[in-house]
């Protein structure tokens, strides 16, 4: 299987090549073909530290010249769909970071372009493959029924994020809480509290949601705080689960899950000695995805899967409140 990697800055190299250099050494059909991106100083820095065939500055050159069975794409957000479709309009199997897009009119663009070229795509929502979502996932199927989740509760908090657009990373949030609900919203309202600071601006989003299951969940954003962290915790009848979830390879955590019955502590996790492609969930995901490609499918989360996530992204960036009423599944 010949593996391409398009984008090769910041967190590609803290995580993705870490975790493309550990799933090549434990497979043996695994090539890392070849690398690109636009710095040509990075794509080679990229090939060298990770072991790839060769680099490139130009992502349609790399693709008419390695014909590669898979490829991994990390660019920024901006750049993503243009990137995503010239990948899949290939027939090429796709693992593409988060966020699908900008907007719910560049993934179904997406959409479209994976439906001609035939191939599968997976989206890098990485909390779906973190060790401490995934036994938060075995604990909840265990012991609480979807249907009797009272609420959902989940907070993202970030140290002195001024980011003109904060929504491309508020849509982990969402999808965090969305994938602990395991089950679609069946509405959502968002509110918005601007913040100001030094001739700076940011805003504190809540989301507040009704699932198709019926759990309620409530998601609180706060860009600028003077910490990072990422929390959540389930309640139903007579139980809880709280979890702290793992940020950024710079402060990462160690993710930790702890299960209470009438609050005695039946049960808990805790990431302790795990490095930051585990940790965060890119080793999984990465692998999840070459066995889909091996398999033909299927891949999770696929594009499909992420319509509620991108258009409460798109509102939030749009500072619009709804409230919104999505089709049920």
Known sequence: MRVCMAGCGSFALLCHGP??????AASADVTLAACCDTDPASSRDYMAAFGFGRSYADLREMLEAERPDAVILAVP?????AAACAVLGRGVPLLLEKPPGLDPAELERMILAQEK???????????HYMPVMRRALEILGGSFPAGEVERIDYEMVRAERWDPDFSTTAVHAIDGALVLARSPFRTAELAFQPQSRGGREATDVTVRAECECGSRVSVRIRPVSSSNSDSARVDAAGQSLSLAIPVSPQSPGVGSAEHRRKGVVVGSYSGQGLGAPESLGVLGETEAFLNG????????????????RVALMDAIRRRDAGPFRFGTS
Not at 77 to 81: E, K, R
Not at 121 to 127: G, L, T, Y
Not at 293 to 306: H, I
């Open 19 to 24: 975790a493309q250099r550990m799933l090549r």
């Open 293 to 308: 490609v091996r398999a033909g499918g299927p891949f999770s989360p696929g594009l499909r899967d992420c319509r509620q």
């Open 77 to 81: 957000p901006a750049a993503t769909c």
């Open 117 to 127: 070229g035939g191939a599968g795509a997976q989206v890098a929502f990485n909390r």
